[in-house]
C-alpha cells in the first residue's frame, strides 16, 4: 500500500468510485481508494439500481444526465457489463396537480437537453398493456430512462480507474483521519498511514462517524428502504414469452412506489410513511454486509395500491423483501463539495439516490477539485448549504425528506417537521399579524401575511394560488405607503484589521468604499468570471484594529461566504472576521411613508440630503441604540435595512408599527419583495447569479472593475470581453393565464430554445407576468418577441428593458 499520494477517497461503494474514476479521468493519477472491507458493501449492493432523469432541480439533474450516458459507454470503455437496461420511464398521474409537475419538470428538462414526453392514458396502454388505466389522467415518459446493476457499474468505474493507475486497498479501515506539521492529511488505516494532499469521503453510512473524525458535523444520516422482490408472474412471463420487450419502470406518484420487471417477476419499492431513520449514532460494528428484518406491514398499503394498478401482483408470491440502509439528508439532495472550515477536505455524502447520482456527482468534484471550480452549479448539493445541524434534528428531517421523494414538488413547498427551530425575538408578534411562515438557513420568515379572517395557511399549486391576492395587496402598500418586511435571517460578518482593506479588494470585482457610511455591492467570482458570492460591503467607523468592514449577504450563503472568507484569510494577524449574524436583526422598512414614520424615531437627520441612497449611519431609534441604518433595499422603493442589536428587536418592532398606523404601515411577506425585485429586474444571488453564467452575462458591469488589481474571474472576464459575451440578462414579459412561471422554463424562438428563465412570478404593481433569464445574445433584443413555455403551454412573451418599475430610480432616491 502506498503511503503517500495526492487524493485519498475514502469509501468503496458507487459514488466513492466514480470520484476515483474521475479524478484519474482528469488526469490525477496518483489517487488512492480505501474501502474499509470490500467494494458495493454499505448500500450499492442492495440498492435497486434505478436510474430517474426526473429531477426538479436544474443542477441534480445534469448530474444525474451525465450518469446515464456515461454508463452507456462504461462496457465499451472497460470490458467490463453494467447490466443497462434502458427500457424507458413511465411516471403516472391521476389528478392536474401532479400533471402540473411533471409539465413543471418538462420546462427543466427542455432547459438541460433531457427527452421526455407528456402523453395521455391511451399512449399509456400501449406501453404499459398490463396495467389498469383506472383514474389515470396522463403520465410523464422518459424513454432513455432506465436501471443498472449496482454492483456491475461500480465494477466498471473501478477497472477504469485502475486502468489509468489509481489504486483499490479492500478490506482497509480508516481509523483516524489528521492534519501534519506540514498541513499535509494523514489518513490512518489498519494497514498503515497515508499522507495526502487532499480527502475525500464518501462514506455512505459511516458519513456522521467519518466527518466526525476531524471535527465535521453533518446532516447525512441513512432511512430505512424496503422494496418486495417477487416470484415469476405468470402473465408477465406469458406477455415476454410472446416477443415483448421488457416493460418501462412504473412510477406512480400519487401512490408512491416504483415497479420494475425483475426475472420474469417484480420488484416493488415503496416510500412509505413514518420510515424509520437509523445508525443515527453511527454504524454498529456487527452490521457488515447486512440487512434489516423486512416490515410488510408499514408498507401494505402501497403493496394494495400496486395491485389495483397491476392485478397479476395480486397473486404472484414474495421472494424476498429487502430492507436496508439508504443515506439520506434534510432535503433529500447529496452533499457534493467541499467541507466547511477544511482545506482540500471534501464530501460526497448523503446520496439518496446514489447509483443515479455518482457518475455526475464524481464528473464534478473532480473537476471542482481540478479545475478550481465545477462546470455545473452546485449550489443545491453543497455541503455548506445546511450550516451546522444537530443530530436529533436531521434525524427528523431526513425521515421527512423520504417521505415526500413521491409527494408533488411544488414550488414553493415549506416542510414543517422540526419547525420553529431558528426564529427572530419578534416571531411570535409577527404570528399574531397573520404571518404565514417560510424558512430560509433554518430561520423562520413571513412569506405573507394573512388578513383577520383568512386562514393562514398555503394551498400549493404550479398556478396562482391562495396567497395571489394578499401578496398583491402588501405590494400596493409597500409601493404606495410604507411596508415592514423582517429579514434577519441575513448573513452579516465583520472584517477588521490594518489589511482587510486589501484582503477585500482581492476578493471582490468592484472598488471597496473608501469613505464611512459608504456602501458598495461587490461580487466574488469564480475563475470562469461566474457568480460565487455577492457582498454589500458598508464601511464603519474604524475598530480598534484598523479600518472595519460590514459584508452582508443572503441567509442561505451563511456558512458557504463564511467559509470562503476564513479560508482566504491572510495568516499574519492583518485580518479578523467576526460573523454577527445572530447579533442583530434586520428590518426593511420601505415606500414613500417610510421616512416620515422614521423621521420621529430616529435620533439624528435622516433627509434626502443628509442621508442619501447607498450610504449608511449608525443611529439610535427609539430606545434601541446603535442601529445601522442602510439606505439599500431589495424591493426597489425608499427606505432603510435597520440592522438592529437583536436584545432590541421587540422594542423596535413596537416603535415601528405603532408610529406607522397613522401613515398606512403594512406587514410585508418575502412573496412579496420577490414580486417586487422582479418589477426592478433585481438579481437573486443563487438563481439569476450562479455558477453557470458570468457577470458580463449577468449584465453586472457597472460593478466590475477590470482595471483594479488581480481578482478571480479577471482574466476570463477580460477574455470574454475580447471575444463576444455569448448571453445577455433579459427581463421578459410573459401573456400569462392562471400560471406564472417560476424559473428553469425554456425561451423559445422559431421553434428553438435560445435561453432559459432563472426566476420568475407576477409582478404585482406593474401587473405583469414576468420572467428573468439568459438569452443567447444574437436574441436578446427589447422588443423581440419569443414564447416561454409554462406548464403545458406555450405563452407568447417579449423581451422588454430593464426595471418595468420606476426605471429611473426615482423612488429609490425619493
Known amino acids: 500500500m502506498k503511503t503517500s499520494a495526492r487524493v485519498v477517497v475514502i469509501g468503496g461503494g458507487v459514488c466513492g468510485v466514480s470520484v476515483l474514476y474521475h479524478l484519474a479521468k482528469k488526469g490525477w493519477t496518483d ?6 472491507t470490500e467494494l458495493t458493501a454499505g448500500s450499492t449492493w442492495h440498492a435497486a439500481g434505478l436510474l430517474p432523469l426526473f429531477n426538479m432541480s436544474y443542477s441534480v439533474g445534469q448530474l444525474h444526465q451525465y450518469s446515464v450516458e456515461l454508463y452507456k459507454t462504461l462496457e465499451e470503455e472497460t470490458g467490463q457489463a453494467v447490466g443497462f437496461h434502458p427500457t424507458g420511464n413511465l411516471r403516472l398521474a391521476r389528478n392536474r396537480d401532479r400533471m402540473d409537475e411533471y409539465r413543471n419538470y418538462q420546462c427543466t428538462a427542455e432547459t438541460i437537453g433531457v427527452e421526455c414526453h407528456l402523453i395521455g392514458v391511451d399512449d399509456i396502454k400501449k406501453l404499459w398493456p398490463l396495467a389498469s388505466m383506472e383514474q389515470l389522467v396522463g403520465a410523464l415518459w422518459h424513454p432513455t430512462d432506465g436501471h443498472i446493476a449496482p454492483v456491475d457499474v461500480t465494477m466498471a468505474l473501478a477497472k477504469g480507474a485502475r486502468m489509468r493507475g489509481a489504486e483499490i486497498y479492500q478490506q482497509t479501515e480508516v481509523i483516524a483521519i489528521e492534519r501534519s506539521d506540514t498541513l499535509e492529511w494523514v489518513v490512518k488505516t489498519t494497514n498503515g498511514d497515508i499522507r495526502c494532499e487532499h480527502v475525500v ?21 441513512p432511512v430505512e428502504h424496503q422494496y418486495v ?44 410513511k413514518h420510515a424509520p431513520a437509523c445508525f443515527v449514532d453511527g454504524v454498529p460494528e456487527s452490521f457488515e454486509k447486512d440487512l434489516f428484518p423486512g416490515d410488510l406491514d408499514r408498507i401494505q398499503s402501497h403493496v394494495e395500491a400496486c395491485m389495483a394498478r397491476v392485478p397479476s401482483f395480486e397473486n404472484t408470491g414474495i421472494k424476498d423483501i429487502v430492507n436496508g440502509p439508504i443515506s439520506y439528508t434534510p432535503d433529500g439532495n447529496p452533499m457534493v463539495g467541499p467541507a466547511f472550515g477544511l482545506q482540500n477536505f471534501w464530501l460526497s455524502e448523503g446520496h439518496s439516490f446514489g447509483v443515479t447520482a455518482a457518475g455526475g456527482a464524481g464528473w464534478q468534484l473532480a473537476e471542482w477539485m481540478v479545475e478550481g471550480e465545477p462546470t455545473v452549479d452546485l449550489l443545491g448539493v453543497d455541503p455548506r448549504r445546511f450550516g451546522v445541524i444537530s443530530k436529533s434534528f436531521a434525524k427528523i428531517k431526513n425521515e421527512e425528506a423520504y417521505e415526500h421523494v413521491f409527494i408533488n414538488h411544488f414550488p414553493m413547498e415549506e416542510r414543517d417537521a422540526g419547525r420553529p427551530a431558528k426564529a427572530p425575538a419578534c416571531y411570535q408578534r409577527l404570528k399574531e399579524a397573520g404571518a404565514v411562515f417560510g424558512q430560509r438557513f433554518g430561520w423562520e420568515r413571513p412569506n405573507w401575511f394573512a388578513p383577520a379572517g383568512v386562514e393562514g395557511k398555503d394551498i400549493y399549486s404550479f398556478r396562482r394560488s391562495n396567497w395571489f391576492e394578499h401578496v398583491g395587496n402588501e405590494v400596493q402598500t409597500m409601493r404606495e405607503q410604507a411596508g415592514l418586511l423582517e429579514l434577519s435571517s441575513f448573513t452579516k460578518i465583520e472584517v477588521e484589521g490594518p489589511g482587510s482593506r486589501s484582503f477585500l479588494d482581492g476578493i471582490v470585482a468592484n472598488n471597496i468604499p473608501k469613505k464611512v457610511g459608504a456602501i458598495s455591492l461587490a461580487h466574488a467570482l469564480n475563475p470562469s468570471g461566474s457568480v460565487r458570492s455577492e457582498f454589500t460591503i458598508t464601511r464603519l467607523e474604524d475598530g480598534l484594529l484598523g479600518e472595519r468592514f460590514f459584508l452582508i449577504s443572503s441567509g442561505a450563503a451563511h456558512d458557504y461566504d463564511l467559509d470562503f472568507l476564513q479560508k482566504l484569510m491572510p495568516k499574519d494577524g492583518t485580518v479578523h472576521l467576526r460573523d454577527v449574524t445572530t447579533q442583530y436583526g434586520v428590518f426593511v422598512l420601505a415606500g414613500p411613508e417610510s421616512r416620515r414614520i422614521l423621521e420621529p424615531l430616529a435620533d439624528a437627520d435622516i433627509s434626502n440630503e443628509a442621508f442619501p441612497w447607498l450610504t449608511a449611519k449608525e443611529i439610535p431609534i427609539g430606545f434601541c441604540p446603535g442601529v445601522r441604518a442602510l439606505r439599500v433595499n431589495f424591493v426597489g422603493s425608499l427606505g432603510w435595512e435597520l440592522h438592529h442589536p437583536i436584545e432590541y428587536q421587540n422594542h423596535l418592532y413596537d416603535a415601528l408599527v405603532k408610529m406607522g ?41 457597472r460593478f466590475i472593475r477590470l482595471n483594479k488589481a488581480a481578482f478571480s474571474g479577471r482574466e476570463a472576464l477580460i477574455r470574454q470581453q475580447q471575444e463576444g459575451v455569448p448571453n445577455t440578462f433579459c427581463t421578459i414579459e410573459i401573456d400569462a393565464d392562471d400560471a406564472d412561471p417560476f424559473g428553469n422554463e425554456p425561451i423559445f424562438m422559431n421553434g428553438e430554445v435560445v435561453g432559459r428563465g432563472t426566476a420568475g412570478g407576477y409582478g404585482h404593481y406593474v401587473k405583469k407576468s414576468l420572467m428573468l433569464g439568459y438569452v443567447r445574445a444574437d436574441a436578446a433584443e427589447i422588443g423581440r418577441g419569443c414564447e416561454v413555455r409554462v406548464l403545458d403551454q406555450l405563452r407568447p412573451a417579449k423581451i422588454i428593458a430593464e426595471s418595468p418599475y420606476d426605471p429611473e430610480n426615482t423612488a429609490l432616491r425619493g
Open 661 to 701: 398606523v397613522a401613515y398606512g404601515l403594512g406587514h410585508v411577506g418575502i412573496r412579496a419583495m420577490d414580486s417586487m425585485r422582479l418589477e426592478k429586474s433585481y438579481r437573486m444571488w443563487g438563481t439569476d447569479l450562479n455558477a453557470e453564467n458570468t457577470a458580463l452575462e449577468a449584465g453586472l458591469d
Open 201 to 221: 469521503c464518501a462514506t455512505g453510512n459511516y458519513a456522521r462517524q467519518t466527518a466526525l473524525m476531524v471535527g465535521l458535523q453533518i446532516p447525512a444520516i
Open 31 to 36: 489517487v488512492v481508494l480505501v474501502e474499509r
Open 229 to 272: 422482490v417477487t416470484d415469476v408472474d405468470p402473465v408477465l412471463k406469458e406477455y415476454r414469452e410472446a416477443g415483448n420487450k421488457e416493460l418501462p419502470i412504473l412510477r406512480e406518484s400519487d401512490s408512491q412506489y416504483y415497479f420494475r420487471e425483475e426475472r420474469m417477476g417484480w420488484i416493488l419499492g415503496p416510500y412509505e
